[in-house]
């Protein structure tokens, strides 16, 4: 075992390489613009340089000058496509903002017109002598400025279900014996994947292919289809690897029947890869959020009242919000408890999910407000937890599946040297550096959808398991082919895992950290139907009948003797039995608590989650505890994080491997988003300023020099089949709220607004 | 990025002449049609941006052979103008008798820029402000002159608040020209009329009212090298930065120092990241001279360096910032262990 191969725990699964290490190491991945096309013409896109206001005219004369130029297509020329409907409104598009539709501008970088070309070269020369003139309005940037709507998010949007309340609230907060009250920000941010927002789409005998970077291959047929106006079968989308996608792959952005439209028109495929400034605004991205934070608690911290206000911004046209305080008002015992949720219109692209979307800006206000609380009452932070850790959550008073919140503390705490710690701030310095810790709870819905698989197990003991799942960098391909060996009795060398095809029988979203859950639930079902074909044929008299159901229906129940006895069945004497030599099996699974519709909705590209806080008698939620090391330098203010240490207990841990490195880059990533990450937004345009990987700061490796990773084992026998919680957005949360809290050990100085720079260091 | 021709120079007459050939008096070097190409890191950036057009790109990096020197004579250093930074940075005599050089070549970029880039292109990369490096922002003087400023009003955390006008706030942005200018280094520039030298502090431009003028070179001119006078062994560049690494300098010092007994003979300050052109602190430097180096001698000499500072809303903190620097950088020059 290696670090990055952490020895497996109890209710963990082995550290297997990675299915798809060799090809990513050795450049062989194909992403969506590797994909070979048959003479394509190369689109570039046009964006508006306004954010508000119309477009008078275009002067393509210097474009149309360009060798190899094909056609420019403007809202003048291009295909009527039929309404979008948003998809946390039922469904599909991440905006309805349609572009090339009028002269209308709604937002900074509006597609105006894509050009097409017989070379990239071309295509961006003439794109760049594109003359456009507009009538600008003056658009409204953010929070401040003139100009805003606001309303509450109950009612605008169906995704968001309720304000959270319970108790009397003002009451119980009017009568604490302790109080706080704290105001909470935290900027726009975007996704940045590595991977740009490519669409190539090739049209063969009104069939249509498209290779793009998806989180959601059904979602965005289906998508596209709707839009076009054309059958969902006539679509196929390819994308065996997504190069990173953190939210922003997940739903589908205006540009995929933009270019397929024009691939029909032009008969001929087109091949687009947008610009990565492109990027920040024909894509969505997370939206700048406000809070207010009022907490009540008797001396010996138990909290008597709690009150989250949340505002969030979003586009006129659209009322997207996250709404994390479905979480933050049940992640401790409260009695009295009131929430509310509001979103702010401004001139903007209409924001989405990023990477655990409610839980980063929601949990930094309510963890840095129990910071804030600790020291008010003198307690140590972990101790205040303690206080008010429960397994009933406060407001419909259902039990949690498993929480393992005060564990995760103590083994963090354990590991990191929490028990060292200085209470009183600005006490230990190291040279020039003041030096602080923090830390703060995490926690992420454990959540799962229907998914269908096809499983082919061969006389050899070779098998192939087919499933539109994703591989973004979570370890798709592993542990579904993990799941696979397991359920088979083969080894995981003899398992082909065939993904990222909307050809392949559907999966849900790979976004709300579900894949694992759903995706193994539903071939782990299916590896049992073929188990209990090959004993039935084996041994139609033995009544294993009922006993192989037993193992092949619900993951956790034990395994059956034959199946521990390392020899779950005599293969080749079953095919023999059964008298063919591949035995294939489909099935369609879905969670418990699933709508009706579920299956339909799955083929249709829709999302039918459950999990979480949504749940009828109970809630399901993974926990974790971060720990953070900053230091200060007292000359540049310069902040830097040597430690990072987090523990986590996310149920059945499939690969520590792959859990590992989810984790670890959860870690670092929710470190960049409290130091680091923020789009700079020009008021008085309403653009994005620094929307390049230059200027939009992501942490380099010497910005996360230590970064430890805690696995706790944990059983959940009442979530999903597979007993697996979702840990991809796990990491990433709280880390901010720890890393404000460590500044306040190190300096004194409560910081309340991200990112934290080094000009917001007072001392 | 617009269609160019490529051509490769294959000695230093051919280049300067090529580069000559389209010069034109009305426009300032930046917008000629023929220039340079060393590492490419800066240009072929700008040109895929849109920002630079130049219809012919006259490849310099066959002149590698003589102008790729690193020469310490025991007294002086040469350096060639198409010397990579890295080679410099890691170079042990440039580490041992040139700190600050070395640490503001290391301290810039990232590994991989530094094998690609040259000394001749890092003095005279452009600067970063947003605003000019996207060509949908229509008001950007240097850009365009007399079209305005989008960094004046609009974001500017990172510009400058040295060497403003009214009608450019961009910083220069490398390093390594600050540590050039704290040792007096010279510049020898290659044209058709011959080779010529003059004080690297008279290369850059302030933007004054003329922004898109950005250094004293004319077409058809090559920077071939530079030259430091002496050793400087206590001295040293402190950068920082929003990131650890990989990150330009929010607010910068090279600083060197001649101290015998306790005493500053010659003490020297350029300031780096606060500045539209590498910047010399002359005011701050006489404070030293003659004296003995304390916290208190550091702090007054780091305010003389911002007396004439502007700020604008968004860059406010690095005229603090940058005091603390020059302090912090002084003290710890003061106080540095010289190897023999
Ligand atoms: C992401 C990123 C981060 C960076 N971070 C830093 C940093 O932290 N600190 C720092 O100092 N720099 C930094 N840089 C800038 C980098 O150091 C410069 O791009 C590089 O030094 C330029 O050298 P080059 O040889 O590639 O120049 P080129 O791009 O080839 O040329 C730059 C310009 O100089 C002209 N030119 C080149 N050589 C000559 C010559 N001999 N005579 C006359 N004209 C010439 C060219 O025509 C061009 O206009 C960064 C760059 C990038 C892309
Ligand atoms: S600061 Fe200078 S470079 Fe930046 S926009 Fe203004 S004029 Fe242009």
């Known amino acids: 075992m290696t670090i990055a191969a952490p020895q497996p725990k109890a209710n963990m699964g082995q550290p297997v390489p990675r299915y798809d290490a060799v090809p990513k190491v050795t450049g062989q991945a194909q992403y969506a613009a590797d994909m070979p096309l048959a003479n394509p013409a190369y689109a570039y896109l046009v964006t508006s340089a306004i954010a508000k206001g119309r477009i008078d005219g275009f002067d393509l004369s210097d474009a149309r000058k360009v060798r190899g130029l094909i056609d420019i297509v403007t809202h003048e020329n291009a295909e009527k496509l039929k309404e979008p409907k948003l998809f946390g409104n039922g469904g599909y598009m991440s905006t309805t903002i349609q572009p090339l539709a009028s002269a209308e501008i709604a937002q900074d970088g509006q597609i105006i017109a894509v050009v097409l070309a017989d070379t990239f070269e071309a295509a961006r020369e003439a794109a760049h002598r594109v003359k456009v003139s507009y009538t600008a309005a003056t658009p409204t940037a953010s929070f401040d400025s003139p100009g805003t709507t606001s309303a509450r998010a109950k009612g605008q949007l169906s995704q968001f279900k309720e304000d959270p309340k319970v108790g009397d609230f003002a009451d119980a907060f009017a009568r604490a014996d302790v109080k706080l009250v704290a105001s909470y920000e935290t900027p726009t941010q975007h996704h940045n994947p590595m991977e740009l927002f490519a669409t190539s789409c090739v049209w063969s005998g009104g069939q249509l292919t498209i290779y793009e970077p998806s989180q959601y291959v059904h979602g965005l047929k289906n998508g596209v289809a709707e839009q076009l106006g054309i059958d969902a079968d006539k679509v196929r989308v390819i994308n065996p690897y997504v190069g990173g996608a953190f939210g922003s792959k997940g739903s589908v952005t205006p540009r995929t029947a933009i270019i397929a439209a024009i691939a029909r028109k032009l008969n001929r495929p087109v091949k687009l890869v947008a610009t990565r400034d492109q990027g920040f605004t024909i894509a969505t991205y997370r939206a700048e959020t406000r809070h207010v934070i009022q907490i009540g608690a008797s001396h010996d911290g138990r909290l008597v009242a709690l009150r989250h206000e949340g505002a969030e911004i979003s586009s006129r046209a659209d009322p997207y919000a996250v709404g994390g305080t479905k979480i933050t008002t049940r992640l401790y015992a409260c009695l009295n408890v009131d929430s509310m949720v509001s979103i702010v219109r401004a001139d903007r692209n209409t924001p989405g999910f990023m990477r655990s979307p409610p839980e980063v800006p929601y949990l930094f206000a309510l963890e840095s407000a129990m910071d804030e609380l600790a020291f008010k009452l003198d307690m140590d932070p972990i101790e205040l937890r303690r206080v008010n850790d429960t397994m009933n959550e406060p407001i419909g008073n259902k039990p949690y599946t498993s929480r393992s919140l005060m564990a995760c503390f103590d083994e963090g705490a354990r590991a990191f040297g929490w028990s060292k710690r200085s209470m009183r701030p600005r006490t230990v310095t190291d040279g020039d550096w003041l030096v602080g810790h923090g830390c703060a709870a995490t926690c992420y819905p454990t959540q799962m959808a229907p998914a269908a698989a096809r499983v082919r197990l061969q006389r050899d003991g070779r098998a192939r398991v087919e499933i539109a799942g994703h591989e973004i960098g979570n370890g798709a391909y592993t542990v579904i082919a993990q799941a696979a060996a397991d359920r088979l009795g083969i080894p995981y060398e003899k398992v082909t895992v065939a993904i990222g095809d909307s050809d392949l029988p559907p999966a849900p979203v790979a976004g709300g950290s579900n894949s694992t859950a759903s995706t193994c639930s539903a071939v782990e079902m299916v590896c049992g139907q073929v188990r209990q074909r090959l004993f039935k044929a084996l041994m139609p008299n033995e009544g294993l009948v009922d006993k192989t159901k037993e193992t092949v229906g619900m993951g956790q129940t034990p395994v059956t003797q034959a199946a521990q006895s390392g020899q779950p069945l005599d293969r080749e004497k079953a095919f023999d039995a059964l008298g063919i030599s591949i035995v294939e099996e489909y099935g369609e699974w879905k969670p418990e608590g699933a709508p009706l519709d579920s299956f339909r909705a799955m083929h249709d590209g829709k999302m039918r989650m459950v999990g979480g806080s949504e749940m009828k008698d109970r809630i399901a939620y993974a926990f974790g505890a971060e720990f953070v090391e900053v230091r200060i330098n007292r000359w540049t203010h310069e902040i830097r994080v040597p430690r990072l240490v987090g523990a986590f207990a996310c149920g059945r841990i499939m690969n520590p491997r792959t859990a590992r490195s989810q984790l670890m880059g959860g870690l670092i990533w929710g470190m960049s988003s409290a130091l680091l990450e923020a789009t700079e937004i020009d008021e008085r345009t309403a653009r994005y300023v620094n929307d390049n990987l230059a200027d939009y700061l992501l942490p380099v490796n010497a910005d996360a020099p230590g970064v430890e990773v805690i696995l706790l084992p944990e059983q959940d026998d009442r979530i999903d089949p597979a007993g697996v919680k979702g840990l991809g957005e796990l990491g990433n949360v709280g880390t901010n709220a720890a890393v404000c809290n460590a500044i306040f050990n190190a300096t004194g100085q409560r910081i309340r607004k991200l990112p934290v720079r080094l000009e917001n260091i007072e001392a | ?340």
């Open chain 2, 1 to 340: 990025m617009r269609a160019f021709i490529f051509q490769r120079a294959t000695d230093p007459s051919a280049a300067v002449q090529a580069l000559a050939a389209a010069a034109s008096a009305n426009s300032p070097l930046t917008e000629a049609a023929v220039q340079p190409l060393a590492g490419g890191t800066t240009l072929l950036d700008l040109m895929k941006l849109d920002v630079m057009r130049p219809a012919t790109l006259v490849d310099i990096n066959p002149l590698a052979g003589n102008w790729s020197t690193i020469d310490f004579d025991g007294g002086n250093l040469k350096l060639g103008a198409l010397a990579r930074m890295s080679d410099v940075a890691a170079h042990p005599q440039v580490r041992q008798h040139y700190p600050v050089i070395a640490d503001s070549l290391r301290l810039a970029a990232s590994p991989q820029l530094r094998n690609m880039a040259t000394l001749g292109g890092n003095v005279l990369q452009r600067t970063r402000c947003s605003y000019f490096r996207d060509v949908s922002y229509s008001a950007c003087n240097k850009r365009h002159p007399g079209s305005g400023c989008a960094a004046m009003e609009g974001f500017n955390r990172t510009h400058a608040v040295l060497g403003t006008s009214d009608q450019c706030i961009a910083t220069y942005p490398g390093d390594f020209a600050q540590a050039l200018m704290a040792l007096d280094a010279t510049v020898e520039i290659t044209a058709k009329s011959g080779v010529r030298t003059m004080p690297f502090a008279e290369l850059h431009k302030a933007p004054g009212r003329s922004p898109e003028i950005e250094t004293v070179l004319a077409p058809g001119e090559l920077v071939s090298a530079f030259t430091i006078a002496g050793r400087w062994p206590r001295s040293l560049y402190l950068k920082a930065r929003d990131r650890q690494s990989y990150e330009f300098a929010l607010a910068s010092a090279a600083v060197a120092l001649d101290v015998q007994d306790g005493v500053v003979r010659d003490g020297r300050i350029a300031l780096g990241g606060v500045a539209t052109v590498p910047w010399r602190v002359r005011e701050a430097e006489v404070m030293l001279k003659d004296q003995r180096l304390d916290e208190a001698l550091a702090a007054r000499a780091a305010d003389a360096a911002f007396s004439a500072a502007v700020p604008r809303r968004n860059n406010a903190f690095k005229i603090d910032l940058g005091k603390r620097v020059v302090a912090r950088a002084l003290q710890q020059a003061a106080t540095m262990e010289i190897r023999a």
